[in-house]
Nanobody, 125 residues
Protein backbone atom coordinates (compact mmCIF):
# COMPACT_ATOMS: atom_id res chain seq x y z
CA UNK A 1 0.00 0.00 0.00
CA UNK A 2 1.38 3.38 -1.01
CA UNK A 3 1.42 5.92 1.79
CA UNK A 4 2.78 9.44 1.90
CA UNK A 5 3.43 11.51 5.00
CA UNK A 6 4.17 15.20 4.61
CA UNK A 7 5.75 17.23 7.38
CA UNK A 8 7.77 20.36 7.99
CA UNK A 9 5.10 23.02 7.81
CA UNK A 10 4.61 25.70 10.39
CA UNK A 11 4.25 29.40 11.05
CA UNK A 12 6.93 31.45 9.31
CA UNK A 13 7.48 35.15 8.80
CA UNK A 14 7.45 36.53 5.29
CA UNK A 15 10.88 36.28 3.74
CA UNK A 16 11.73 33.10 5.61
CA UNK A 17 12.31 29.59 4.30
CA UNK A 18 10.92 26.13 4.90
CA UNK A 19 11.80 22.59 3.92
CA UNK A 20 8.86 20.26 3.61
CA UNK A 21 9.46 16.51 3.67
CA UNK A 22 7.43 13.69 2.20
CA UNK A 23 8.23 10.19 3.37
CA UNK A 24 6.88 7.57 1.02
CA UNK A 25 6.24 3.94 1.85
CA UNK A 26 4.91 1.06 -0.19
CA UNK A 27 7.70 0.85 -2.73
CA UNK A 28 11.37 1.64 -2.99
CA UNK A 29 12.28 4.63 -5.14
CA UNK A 30 14.97 2.61 -6.86
CA UNK A 31 12.63 -0.24 -7.80
CA UNK A 32 9.74 1.54 -9.50
CA UNK A 33 9.39 4.80 -11.33
CA UNK A 34 6.71 6.93 -9.74
CA UNK A 35 6.32 10.65 -9.98
CA UNK A 36 6.19 12.29 -6.59
CA UNK A 37 5.03 15.84 -6.51
CA UNK A 38 3.71 18.63 -4.39
CA UNK A 39 0.52 20.61 -4.64
CA UNK A 40 -1.07 23.09 -2.31
CA UNK A 41 -4.53 24.24 -1.44
CA UNK A 42 -5.33 27.53 0.22
CA UNK A 43 -8.69 28.20 1.88
CA UNK A 44 -11.33 28.98 -0.70
CA UNK A 45 -8.98 28.32 -3.60
CA UNK A 46 -8.45 25.48 -6.03
CA UNK A 47 -5.58 23.09 -5.73
CA UNK A 48 -2.39 24.36 -7.27
CA UNK A 49 0.11 21.87 -8.65
CA UNK A 50 3.72 22.75 -7.96
CA UNK A 51 6.60 20.43 -8.81
CA UNK A 52 7.17 16.76 -9.54
CA UNK A 53 10.22 14.49 -9.46
CA UNK A 54 10.80 11.01 -10.82
CA UNK A 55 11.52 8.54 -8.03
CA UNK A 56 13.90 6.51 -10.13
CA UNK A 57 16.10 9.03 -11.89
CA UNK A 58 15.36 12.30 -10.11
CA UNK A 59 14.24 14.11 -13.23
CA UNK A 60 12.26 17.19 -12.32
CA UNK A 61 9.10 18.46 -13.95
CA UNK A 62 7.20 21.74 -14.11
CA UNK A 63 10.08 23.86 -12.90
CA UNK A 64 9.23 26.46 -15.54
CA UNK A 65 5.70 26.64 -14.19
CA UNK A 66 6.53 27.77 -10.69
CA UNK A 67 8.61 30.55 -9.23
CA UNK A 68 12.26 29.87 -8.63
CA UNK A 69 11.54 30.08 -4.92
CA UNK A 70 10.36 26.45 -5.05
CA UNK A 71 12.82 23.56 -5.36
CA UNK A 72 12.10 19.84 -5.33
CA UNK A 73 14.65 17.17 -4.49
CA UNK A 74 14.75 13.57 -3.33
CA UNK A 75 16.80 11.18 -1.24
CA UNK A 76 16.34 7.67 -2.53
CA UNK A 77 18.05 6.11 0.46
CA UNK A 78 15.35 7.62 2.66
CA UNK A 79 12.45 7.27 0.19
CA UNK A 80 11.84 10.94 0.82
CA UNK A 81 11.05 13.93 -1.36
CA UNK A 82 11.63 17.50 -0.25
CA UNK A 83 10.15 20.84 -1.19
CA UNK A 84 12.24 23.87 -0.31
CA UNK A 85 10.48 27.19 -0.35
CA UNK A 86 12.46 30.39 -0.04
CA UNK A 87 11.42 34.01 0.35
CA UNK A 88 8.04 32.96 1.67
CA UNK A 89 5.09 35.26 1.03
CA UNK A 90 1.75 35.46 2.83
CA UNK A 91 0.11 34.13 -0.33
CA UNK A 92 2.07 30.91 0.10
CA UNK A 93 -0.16 30.12 3.07
CA UNK A 94 -1.83 26.79 2.29
CA UNK A 95 -1.92 23.11 3.09
CA UNK A 96 0.88 21.45 1.15
CA UNK A 97 0.35 17.89 0.02
CA UNK A 98 2.72 15.43 -1.54
CA UNK A 99 1.31 12.97 -4.03
CA UNK A 100 2.48 10.02 -6.10
CA UNK A 101 1.42 8.28 -9.26
CA UNK A 102 2.97 5.86 -11.73
CA UNK A 103 1.22 7.66 -14.62
CA UNK A 104 2.69 10.96 -13.60
CA UNK A 105 3.53 12.06 -17.14
CA UNK A 106 -0.16 12.04 -18.04
CA UNK A 107 -1.59 13.85 -15.03
CA UNK A 108 -1.22 17.05 -13.11
CA UNK A 109 0.22 16.58 -9.64
CA UNK A 110 -3.07 17.45 -7.99
CA UNK A 111 -4.68 14.54 -9.87
CA UNK A 112 -2.21 11.90 -8.68
CA UNK A 113 -3.74 8.75 -7.19
CA UNK A 114 -1.91 8.68 -3.87
CA UNK A 115 -1.55 11.58 -1.46
CA UNK A 116 -1.29 12.16 2.22
CA UNK A 117 -2.98 14.51 4.65
CA UNK A 118 -0.69 17.45 4.03
CA UNK A 119 1.18 19.93 6.18
CA UNK A 120 0.02 23.45 6.98
CA UNK A 121 2.23 26.37 6.00
CA UNK A 122 1.27 29.76 7.38
CA UNK A 123 3.23 32.85 6.42
CA UNK A 124 2.76 35.99 8.47
CA UNK A 125 3.38 39.45 7.03
Amino acid sequence: EVQLQASGGGLVQAGGSLRLSCVVSGWSFDDYDYGIGWFRQAPGKEREALLCISSRDGKKYYEDSVEGRFTISSDNAKNTVYLDINSLKPEDTAVYHCAADSWYLNKDVDEFDYWGQGTQVTVSS
